[in-house]
Structures are given as structure tokens and as C-alpha cells.
């Protein structure tokens, strides 16, 4: 008599369904496009690290402190909390409450986020980006400068990276949205998310 194996499949354990190819190639290539751009925007930290050390140096080093590295570092960090939002949609670390969210099972959870998508989020994306790229075009036209300091450096590359976000952030959602579809109709997510806690 012989004794199953562990790893065989049993009559109730059923093959996981795949999605069809081209849905998968439009979650991977939105999904790669994110991931990929997201790491090049990390080189806004250079500027943000270079302000700050340099104005810690000017100002108790030198005694005198600048005139730019605030903007500089406010810009920056800006800049790089913003364009990494996508990413962060990507990789499941925006914040939600969890309370009952652990408790509903995939296909619920499939449901609750396809809904929240195609209700919510990529509306509101839509209509951030129309109405920021505008804010960004009548910045460019007027030179918009800050207010903040004597330096009053251009601020419209700044009020560019906002229609920028609402892009990604929309383009990131697509995948979101198909995602949370395919579990809604299956009752499996084609990723899990690493649990992170803050």
C-alpha cells in the first residue's frame, strides 16, 4: 500500500488558475514601468543630502547659513515623497486599516479594493492630474517664483512633479484595479503584499 506524498495533489486541491497572457503582460509591463522609474527618481536624495550638508557646514561651521538650502531641501524631499507614491502603491505600503481587513477572505478583499479603484482612486487621480497640469502650464507661463526667502527660486518644476505623481499613481492603479479583479472573480491574488508594519 502506498502512502501518498506530501507534495502530490489531491482531488481537492485544484491547479491555480493563470490569468490570460495579455492581461498578465499589462499588469508586468505597468508594474516593471513603475518599478524602474521609481528607482531613477531616487537621485532627487542628492540634492536633498547635498542642502543639508552643506547648510549645516555654512551655519556652524562657517557662521554663515544660506539663502537656498531650505527651497532646495523642501523641493527635494517633495519631489521624492510624491514621486514615490507609485511605488509605495506597488508595493502595498500606503496605509490601511487592518482591523477586519485581515478577517475577509481574498475575494472579499478583491471586491473592497476593485470597488475602491474604479470608484475612488482613479477618478480622483484623473481629475488631480487635469487640474495640476493646468496650475503647471500657468506656472511656467509666469515664471512662478517662491516666496519664501530672498532667493526665490522657480517653483513651476516642482508644481510639475504633482501632474507627474497623479499620472503614476493612476498608471499604478490600472494594474492595482486588475489585480483586485482577478481575485474578486477567483478568490486568489496574483501578489501578496509583505506586511509592513510602521
Do not use: C
Not at 83 to 104: I, N, P, Y
Amino acid at each position: 500500500m502506498s502512502v501518498p506524498q506530501p507534495n502530490a495533489m489531491t482531488s481537492s486541491s485544484a491547479p491555480k488558475r493563470r490569468p490570460p497572457r495579455g492581461y498578465l503582460a499589462v499588469i508586468r509591463t505597468i508594474d516593471k514601468f513603475t518599478e524602474v522609474t521609481s528607482y531613477l527618481f531616487v537621485i532627487v536624495i542628492v540634492p536633498l543630502i547635498l542642502a543639508n550638508v552643506v547648510e549645516v557646514f555654512a551655519r556652524y561651521v562657517l557662521r554663515a547659513p544660506t539663502m537656498w538650502a531650505l527651497d532646495v531641501t523642501t523641493m527635494s524631499y517633495g519631489t521624492l515623497f510624491m514621486l514615490g507614491a507609485a511605488l509605495a502603491l506597488l508595493k502595498g505600503a500606503h496605509v490601511r486599516t487592518d482591523m477586519l481587513w485581515e478577517r475577509f477572505s481574498d475575494r472579499t478583499k478583491g471586491m473592497i479594493d476593485s470597488l475602491a479603484a474604479l470608484l475612488l482612486f482613479l477618478p480622483t487621480m484623473a481629475v488631480l492630474f487635469f487640474i495640476s497640469i493646468d496650475d503647471f502650464f500657468h506656472a511656467v507661463s509666469i515664471d512662478e517664483r517662491s516666496s519664501s526667502g530672498a532667493w526665490t527660486p522657480v517653483i513651476w518644476p516642482l508644481r510639475g512633479v504633482i501632474p507627474l505623481t497623479a499620472f503614476m499613481l493612476f498608471l499604478q492603479g490600472v494594474s492595482e484595479l486588475l489585480k483586485s479583479l482577478w481575485a474578486w472573480r477567483t478568490g486568489e491574488f496574483l501578489t501578496k503584499h509583505e506586511k509592513i508594519e510602521v
